[in-house]
């Protein structure tokens, strides 16, 4: 694919400049990954700065406006620009979550009229956080087994059951849900997707500590929770195919190549500033030698992200592509930041809230957060399976028979 801008492109990267010159006073500091790594409700200037990018199309650019996004048409080499530009300034270029990322390109694909118009505004300019009820004690890489219940009670479903790992859920005012509404139907057939708020009664939820030492997920409880038959998305019955679509767009939103660039360009700085026995680490060879295949991996993905560009561009789904990013760029980060640990020698055990962690703990907070992610979206295992079965052909795994 040829990157070179075009005249229409040289112009739109001077105007993300141009923007990025004017309003980078006002940007905060706070990343959206600051959030992910400590779940918390959004501070205003977080959403201010949010408002300000869907405003000027920087944030959910291709959402109509009739749903309160920007309403561009798609044009996959400005989102690249844009993204590249705020990455290059180092700027937040906007929240990414569960709801945003997630959530609202299935609303769009599967909603109804009043659901779009009532949750994508609210969600993109961060004023509503939502989590995700998927995983069940029972139920994780084998999600279809679910076993919630949502039993028809006049205009509504009752539900009963629970989730597990469910993140955020103890701070967001809504919830995506699968439940079971059709109990004779077969697996696939009789999953619904849900939403509703959590405050509904009957919903308990109780965090649980994960080894960041934040509590960033959750066990959810639900008892006699009524929820109105209108809180379906896609269809009763339909729900297994309208939580694929948010799938999809999670393994999206776990990885991207500027990420783990800004690591790597971030333990560049930390080797040469960092000194051992009087000299920079940057002329340690342990170090370097991790560093630069590391880096010739970061390239791959990069490349791969510009192949996965250019299908799109010529109108070709992304095929098995897009779980190749999540599999291999999760576990990229993770090697990475346990490069940075290692370049950190025995400062890089201290955790959280010791006055003589360096740059706040962080890379060993990402270094605990990025093994999560490498499970989370489906573990590596099953993006193995996957890929090995639909993109390669190879025998598939045998599989569990009811009754054996
Ligand atoms: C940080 C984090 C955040 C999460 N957030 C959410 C959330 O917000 N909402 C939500 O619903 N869930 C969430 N999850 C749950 C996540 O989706 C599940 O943990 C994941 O799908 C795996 O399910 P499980 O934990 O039940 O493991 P299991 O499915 O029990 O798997 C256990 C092990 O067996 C392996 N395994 C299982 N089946 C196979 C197979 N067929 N072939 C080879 N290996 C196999 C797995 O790879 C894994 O190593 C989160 C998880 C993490 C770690």
């Not at 996004?69 to 700027?91: C, Q, S």
């Not at 609303?107 to 969600?123: A, D, F, R």
């Not at 025995?346 to 499970?375: N, R, T």
Request: charged fraction near 25%.
């Amino acid at each position: 694919m040829d990157l070179t801008d075009r005249t229409e492109h040289l112009a739109f990267r001077q105007e993300v400049r141009q923007f990025l010159d004017k309003h980078k006073a006002t940007a905060p500091e706070e990343t959206a990954h600051s959030f992910r790594l400590s779940p918390r409700p959004y501070t205003d200037t977080v959403k201010a700065w949010q408002k300000l990018l869907v405003k000027n199309g920087y944030a959910g650019r291709t959402v109509p406006k009739a749903y309160g996004g920007y309403g561009a048409e798609p044009d996959i080499l400005k989102n690249r620009i844009i993204a590249d530009e705020f990455f290059a300034a180092d700027i937040p270029q906007g929240l990414y979550s569960q709801g945003i990322s997630m959530l609202v390109p299935t609303l769009l694909e599967h909603g109804t009229e009043e659901q779009k118009k009532t949750w994508i505004g609210p969600t993109i300019r961060g004023d509503v956080m939502w989590c995700q009820g998927y995983s069940e004690p029972n139920s994780g890489s084998d999600l279809a087994s679910l076993q919630t219940s949502a039993i028809e009670d006049g205009d509504d479903f009752l539900i009963n059951g629970s989730k597990i790992w469910t993140s955020s859920a103890h701070i967001t005012p809504m919830i995506f849900c699968l439940v079971r509404t059709e109990p004779d139907a077969s697996k696939y057939q009789g999953i619904s997707y849900l939403i509703f708020p959590m405050d509904t009664p009957g919903i308990d939820v109780r965090p649980l500590q994960t080894m960041t030492g934040h509590p960033s997920f959750n066990e959810v409880f639900f008892t006699d929770v009524r929820v109105p038959k209108n809180a379906v998305v896609g269809g009763r019955g339909n729900g297994w195919k309208v939580a694929n679509s948010t799938l999809k767009h999670e393994r999206g939103m776990l990885s991207n190549a500027n990420g783990s660039l800004e690591r790597l360009n971030k333990i560049s700085t930390l080797l040469k500033k960092e000194m051992l026995d009087g000299r920079p680490l940057w002329e340690n060879k342990n170090l370097t030698d991790r560093f630069v295949s590391l880096q010739a991996r970061v390239q791959a993905m990069r490349f791969h992200e510009m192949r996965l560009l250019t299908r799109t561009k010529d109108g070709k789904a992304p095929g098995l592509g897009d779980m190749i990013c999540k599999l291999l760029g999760c576990e990229l980060n993770h090697q990475l930041d346990a490069l940075a640990i290692d370049a950190l020698g025995e400062i890089g055990v201290l955790y959280d809230g010791i006055p003589s962690a360096k740059e706040d703990g962080i890379w060993q907070q990402w270094y605990m957060y990025d093994l999560g992610l490498i499970i989370g979206g489906g573990t590596a295992q099953i993006q193995k399976n996957i890929i090995a079965e639909r993109g390669l052909d190879m025998p598939r795994e045998p599989r569990h028979q009811k009754g054996s």
